[in-house]
């Protein structure tokens, strides 16, 4: 299977902005690995609010048209859109005008969550967002090491009304076995509900798209166009059907990775 308007909705790709890529050089190869992956649509979503990267909305916006302008006199068929992964802080609230969503009025945010835990105040952000009409976005979650050993939270996230984005090299199986199985049960489970490839110029942090489009059709023939579509819907700021979704099975309390 080969498709030419794939939707990546997490990419680091951007030039010397975060450590995406540390030039633009590594960004046009990037997006030429893009192009042969099947990717035609990019947002581009540097780290925003960490605790290494600010990279503020008129930043990003700009950064965003001087890339294209690049890619465009390199005819490269790829278009991207400005947008940020947004760390999780108690602060969140007071920047968000700041914020670059997944869409042009953001409806929705990508938002990271720390890499170890699911901070208790989590829920109380994703009340105060829905108070200004914003869905969060989880990045990664089948990475968490909370939410791995305890899958049922992403569902508890899910019953509030997040939507959350599986990364396309944890579906074949990149980040190994463990993360693998969690991103599967994710998907079979309906609790994640678009992939992305979460790109970097590192080893091993590649697009995939095409390969793990894959691994969701021999898991239901129904789920490569349904990402599709969702990550189009998401792109365009319209609301997605999330389906039904079930409690995933209990993982064993730690993990190695």
């Not at 278009?79 to 947004?86: A, D, S």
């Not at 409806?107 to 009340?127: A, G, K, S, T």
């Not at 190994?176 to 942090?205: I, M, P, Y």
Request: net charge negative.
């Amino acid at each position: 299977m080969k498709i030419n308007n794939l939707v990546d909705l997490h990419c680091h790709i951007l030039p010397a902005i975060d450590d995406g890529s540390p030039s633009l050089d590594v960004s046009l190869e990037l997006a030429r690995q893009a192009v042969a992956d099947g990717i035609r649509y990019i947002l581009a979503t540097p780290h925003h609010m960490d605790r290494h990267y600010l990279n503020h909305a008129d930043e990003v916006r700009q950064a965003v048209e001087d890339f294209q302008d690049e890619l465009d006199f390199q005819h490269i068929q790829l278009t991207v859109f400005p947008g940020q992964e947004i760390h999780l802080n108690g602060q969140l609230m007071s920047h968000i005008d700041d914020f670059l969503g997944i869409d042009a009025s953001r409806n929705y945010i990508l938002l990271e969550l720390p890499h170890e835990m699911v901070p208790n105040y989590l829920d109380e952000m994703i009340f105060q967002l829905s108070c200004k009409g914003i869905t969060p976005v989880i990045a990664h979650p089948e990475r968490n090491e909370q939410i791995i050993a305890e899958p049922k939270r992403l569902y508890e996230l899910v019953e509030q009304g997040v939507l959350a984005q599986v990364t396309a090299t944890s579906l074949v199986g990149t980040f190994g076995e463990q993360v693998q199985r969690t991103a599967k049960e994710f998907v079979k489970c309906g609790l994640v509900q678009v992939v992305a490839s979460d790109a970097h110029a590192l080893k091993n942090r590649g697009f995939t798209m095409t390969k793990a489009y894959q691994v969701l059709r021999k898991l239901n023939s129904e789920y490569p166009e349904r990402f599709a579509a969702n990550a189009r819907d998401l792109l365009n700021g319209d609301q997605i059907d999330t389906g039904q979704f079930e409690i995933p099975r209990k993982q064993r309390k730690h993990w190695l990775f």
